[in-house]
T-cell receptor, first 118, second 113 residues
Framework: AQSVAQPEDQVNVAEGNPLTVKCTYS??????LFWYVQYPNRGLQFLLK??????LVKGSYGFEAEFNKSQTSFHLKKPSALVSDSALYFC????????????????FGTGTLLAVQP | DTAVSQTPKYLVTQMGNDKSIKCEQN?????MYWYKQDSKKFLKIMFS???????INETVPNRFSPKSPDKAHLNLHINSLELGDSAVYFC????????????FGDGTRLSIL
């Protein structure tokens, strides 16, 4: 079955420290990978995506993510965390069909709550 | 100039009632979606429409019926509401190819009494 795993329910980090939010996936082929952020009482906001090419992708608000095919991972990173980064982060995958095209369907991980302490 | 807007924001109703949630996007996108987020924040797709045509229909009870009058609108009608329908429902839209990100509304919080 195709799935996305976010092994940590919560990540705590001090402001100014680097942060990592983990994501691994289990799908066939080379999927499209996404990170979204959700602030309280708001919808999800797109942060970044990996389609092909350079394994390190840069996104909004200073976030970046590293695609690792051998480990089937797509961890979200930021060099220096801000208190305002505190939110719920979702990893998502858009799996490819057998013929090579991608589906419109996004499979989301269970979310990781990032708490940045001042 | 909200990109994806949903109404109402909150919906409190009794079990057994019928209710609708409306969604409109002004981004010119051709694909729209409905997601359900449960109390544990788990997010799952329900439906997707492309140019008013249903393309994704997940395992959702028949009580849920989406309707897309045009590319910019996707409404969700729910019949005979049950306690388990309590959740936040998100509308989203995207354009063109599958590499494009989805843009989400701020959700409709449905509470069944």
């Amino acid at each position: 079955a195709q799935s996305v795993a976010q092994p940590e329910d919560q990540v705590n980090v001090a402001e100014g420290n680097p942060l990592t939010v983990k994501c691994t996936y289990s799908v066939s082929g080379n999927p499209y990978l996404f990170w979204y952020v959700q602030y309280p009482n708001r919808g999800l906001q797109f942060l970044l995506k990996y389609i092909t090419g350079d394994n390190l992708v840069k996104g909004s608000y200073g976030f970046e993510a590293e695609f690792n095919k051998s480990q089937t991972s797509f961890h979200l990173k930021k060099p220096s965390a801000l208190v305002s980064d505190s939110a719920l982060y979702f990893c998502a995958v858009r799996p490819l069909m057998n013929y090579g095209g991608a589906t419109n369907k996004l499979i989301f991980g269970t979310g990781t709550l990032l708490a940045v302490q001042p | 100039d909200t990109a994806v807007s949903q109404t109402p924001k909150y919906l409190v109703t009794q079990m057994g009632n019928d209710k609708s949630i409306k969604c409109e996007q002004n981004l010119g996108h051709d694909t729209m979606y409905w997601y359900k987020q449960d109390s544990k924040k788990f997010l799952k797709i329900m439906f997707s429409y492309n140019n008013k045509e249903l393309i994704i229909n997940e395992t959702v009870p028949n009580r849920f019926s989406p309707k897309s009058p045009d590319k910019a609108h996707l409404n969700l009608h729910i019949n005979s509401l049950e306690l388990g329908d309590s959740a936040v429902y998100f509308c989203a839209s995207s354009q063109g190819g599958q590499a494009q990100p989805q843009h989400f509304g701020d959700g409709t919080r449905l509470s069944i009494l």
